[in-house]
C-alpha cells in the first residue's frame, strides 16, 4: 500500500502554529467573555461596576515594550501611594518583568488579538492605555470595566491619531492644554459626549529626561547628525533615503540613522536595502535600540518629517532641527477634519517657527546647509515657548495620571453606590 507524506517547511509549520495558538487563545477569551456577559446580565449592574473574583481596580494596558517610558512613571507612582496595580502587556520581554513588586500584578495577555480578547472581558476600574481605536476595530470596551483613559505618549497634537482613534475614550490625559481645543471642536463635530480632558504632562519626556541626565557627556565628541524620521511611504527614508544619506556619507561627519520602531514592521525591505547601500560607510550608523535618548544626546543636529520625535529631541535637548515636508496626507487623521484641513494644527505651526525646512533639491549641499543652521537667542526662546506649552507639570506627570486614576475611581464608586440607594 502506497503512504501518502506530506511535508510542510518549517516556516511555514511555524506560522500555521502561531495561527492555531491565537486562534485557541481567541476562542478561550471569547468563551471567559460569555460567561461574564451572563454575570453581567443576571446582576442586573449596567454601570460597569462589577465586583467579581476577576475584579482589578487599576489597569494599564502596554501594546509594546516601546510603551515602557510611558508607563513606567504611573507605575513608580503607584508604589510609592502603596497601592496595587495590573499591568497587562502585550510584549514578553516588558522590562516591567525585570523589576517586579508586589504590589504591580504583571502579566503577559498575547500580541493583536488574542490581547483584545482578553481586554474586552476584562473586569475593572479604571483602564490606562496608550493604545487608541478603543471600540473602533478589535479593542472593544469591557461591559465589566467602569473607565476608559487614553494617556497621550508624545508632546504633539492629539488629532494626529487615525481617524476616530480617541473618540470612545472616557477621557484623553493631556501634555498639554492647546490639545483640548481640537479634541472638543470633534466632539461637537461628530455628535459625541465630552470627555474628561485633564492635563497630566508628559509621562514619556519626564522619564527620558532622567535617564538623559545619567548619560555621561561623550569625549572626543565628533560632530553627529541624527536621522530620525516617521515610518510610512511619506515618510523621509522611504521617499528620499538614498539621495539623503549619499551626501551626509560624505560629509565624514557621524550620522546616525535611527528608523522609526514601526519601520521594522511596515517596511522591512526599504532598511535592508539602504543598509546595504551603506554598508562600507563607516560613519553611516544604524540604531534600534529600544530608547532613543542616546542618539539624541550625541546629536548636534536632527533631520527628520512629521515624526513627533522632532519635539522629543527639541524639548530634552534645545538642539537645532531641519525637516522635510513630505507633504503628509492628512486624511486617515483626526486632524483632516479640523478647519483647514489640520494644515494649522500646533505641531505644524511650532515646526515653521523653530524648525529649518529642508527641500529634496537642497541635499547636494545639505554639509553647506547645516554648517549654516543658525541657533540664534530667538530660536532658543521659541524652543523654550514650544516646551512650556506642550509639556506642561513637568517631571510630575506619573503622579498626576495615578491621582486622576485614583480620585476617578472614588468617584464613579461613589456614583454607582448612590444609584443603589433606595429612593
Not at 510584549?91 to 504590589?103: G, R
Not at 465589566?144 to 504633539?156: I, K
Request: with cysteine.
Amino acid at each position: 500500500m502506497n503512504s501518502l507524506i506530506l511535508y510542510i517547511d518549517p516556516g511555514t509549520g511555524s506560522m500555521l502554529f502561531s495561527v492555531v495558538i491565537g486562534a485557541a487563545a481567541t476562542v478561550f477569551f471569547l468563551a471567559k467573555a460569555a460567561i461574564l456577559k451572563l454575570k453581567v446580565f443576571f446582576s442586573g449592574k449596567r454601570n460597569g461596576v462589577l465586583h467579581d473574583a476577576a475584579y482589578k481596580p487599576y489597569v494599564i494596558y502596554c501594546e509594546g515594550k516601546q510603551y515602557w517610558n510611558v508607563f513606567k512613571p504611573v507605575i513608580d507612582a503607584f508604589k510609592e501611594r502603596g497601592l496595587p496595580l495590573t499591568y497587562l502587556t502585550s510584549a514578553k520581554d516588558d522590562p516591567i518583568f525585570e523589576e517586579p513588586h508586589e504590589l504591580v500584578q504583571a502579566e503577559y495577555i498575547g500580541e493583536g488579538n488574542a490581547a483584545f480578547a482578553r481586554l474586552n472581558i476584562i473586569s475593572a476600574g479604571v483602564v490606562v492605555m496608550s493604545t487608541p481605536g478603543l471600540n473602533v476595530y478589535q479593542l472593544k470596551r469591557s461591559r465589566s470595566a467602569a473607565y476608559y483613559a487614553n494617556l497621550l505618549h508624545g508632546a504633539s497634537d492629539a488629532t494626529m491619531m487615525k481617524m476616530f482613534g480617541l473618540d470612545f475614550f472616557d477621557a484623553i490625559l493631556l501634555t498639554g492644554n492647546y490639545q483640548a481645543k481640537d479634541i472638543r471642536y470633534l466632539e461637537q463635530l461628530r455628535g459625541i459626549p465630552k470627555k474628561d480632558l485633564p492635563t497630566v504632562g508628559c509621562t514619556y519626556l519626564d522619564n527620558l529626561a532622567k535617564k538623559m541626565q545619567s548619560i555621561p557627556a561623550e569625549e572626543d565628541h565628533p560632530f553627529t547628525v541624527l536621522v530620525s524620521p516617521s515610518w510610512g511611504p511619506s515618510s523621509l527614508l522611504c521617499k528620499y533615503g538614498k539621495s539623503l544619506l549619499e551626501p551626509l556619507a560624505k560629509s565624514g561627519w557621524r550620522v546616525i540613522v535611527r528608523p522609526h520602531p514601526q519601520s521594522k514592521k511596515a517596511e522591512p525591505d526599504v532598511l535592508s536595502k539602504l543598509e546595504a547601500m551603506f554598508a562600507a560607510q563607516k560613519n553611516i550608523k544604524w540604531d534600534y535600540s529600544r530608547d532613543n535618548i542616546d542618539s539624541m544626546k550625541k546629536a548636534d543636529v536632527m533631520i527628520s518629517d512629521f515624526s513627533a520625535i522632532i519635539y522629543d529631541y527639541t524639548f530634552l535637548c534645545d538642539k537645532p532641527v531641519l525637516y522635510v515636508n513630505a507633504e503628509l496626507d492628512l486624511r486617515p487623521y483626526d486632524a483632516w477634519f479640523l478647519p483647514n484641513h489640520g494644515k494649522d494644527i500646533w505641531q505644524f505651526r511650532v515646526l515653521r517657527e523653530l524648525g529649518q525646512e529642508l527641500h529634496a533639491d537642497q541635499f547636494g549641499n545639505i554639509t553647506e546647509i547645516i554648517r549654516s543652521v543658525s541657533d540664534s537667542q530667538e530660536l532658543r526662546e521659541l524652543r523654550q515657548k514650544a516646551k512650556n506649552e506642550a509639556w506642561m507639570h513637568q517631571g510630575h506627570a506619573g503622579e498626576n495620571v495615578a491621582d486622576f486614576m485614583i480620585a476617578t475611581l472614588e468617584r464613579i464608586t461613589k456614583g454607582a453606590e448612590d444609584e443603589q440607594k433606595p429612593a
